[in-house]
């Protein structure tokens, strides 16, 4: 099975900052990488698919990058309702995994 | 609008049995693959199964291979989960999600997603 791990495991940060999350997979997954948000009680909401495309409805301050093992998800100036946690996915394999997850407070 | 509404969660005895739901509203369910994924209190997401749009298709993981199976009703719009020999680790929230894909390629993601039932495996 592929293997997905994040860093950091949480951060601290203020709105207006810019944040960046770090997702890695155990093999090459091409662009096979999508992004979610997750705030509590809630479900899952998609954010970025195929590691770099907006999904409809999110703001431009999200953003995605990388492909083979190493990707990024960035948040240009974090607003409050973007305090959340933030998990990666790989949809290379049918196995589907995600990553243990980013928590994102308030500094 | 599009939607998922789970049901069929609830408290269940180690090595019971219990069936989940997933109504599907809003789009053509017969055209979409879908998921269940779970999540244990304050741990992280877990796919559970898969399948294919016509029910042919159908993944586990390892973790629940052999006690949960997967299938849906295309006539009635739902996707199901029978989880047997439940074990204390099974608790969690239970999540359907619908299988997105991007057109002319095969990437592919889990949105939209239903709001969960919590299954909790305990004496």
């Known amino acids: 099975d592929i293997q997905m791990t994040q860093s950091p495991s949480s951060l601290s940060a203020s709105v207006g900052d810019r944040v960046t999350i770090t997702c890695r997979a155990s093999?090459?997954?091409?662009?096979?990488l999508n992004w979610y948000q997750q705030k509590p009680g809630k479900a899952p909401k998609l954010l970025i698919y195929?590691?770099?495309s907006l999904q409809s409805g999110v703001p431009s301050r999200f953003s995605g990058s990388g492909s083979g093992t190493d990707f990024t998800l960035t948040i240009s100036s974090l607003q409050p309702e973007d305090f959340a946690t933030y998990y990666c996915?790989?949809?290379?394999?049918?196995?589907?995994?995600f990553g243990p997850g980013t928590k994102v407070d308030i500094k | 609008e599009v939607q998922l509404v789970e049901s069929g969660g609830g408290l269940v005895q180690p090595g019971g049995s219990l069936r989940l739901s997933c109504a599907a509203s809003?789009?053509?369910?017969?055209?979409?693959?879908m998921n269940w994924v779970r999540q244990a209190p304050g741990k992280g997401l877990e796919w559970v199964s898969y399948i294919s749009s016509s029910g042919s298709t159908i993944y586990y993981a390892d973790s629940v291979k052999g006690r949960f199976t997967i299938s849906r009703d295309n006539a009635k719009n739902s996707l199901y989960l029978q989880m047997n020999s439940l074990r204390a680790e099974d608790t969690a929230v239970y999540y359907c999600?619908?299988?997105?894909?991007?057109?002319?390629?095969?990437?592919?993601?889990?949105?939209?997603w239903g709001q969960g039932t919590l299954v909790t495996v305990s004496s």
């Open positions: 093999q090459s997954i091409s662009s096979y």
């Open positions: 996915q790989q949809s290379y394999s049918t196995f589907f995994t």
């Open positions: 809003g789009f053509t369910f017969s055209s979409y693959e």
């Open positions: 999600a619908r299988s997105g894909y991007s057109y002319g390629t095969t990437y592919n993601w889990f949105d939209p």
């Open positions: 195929a590691a770099s």
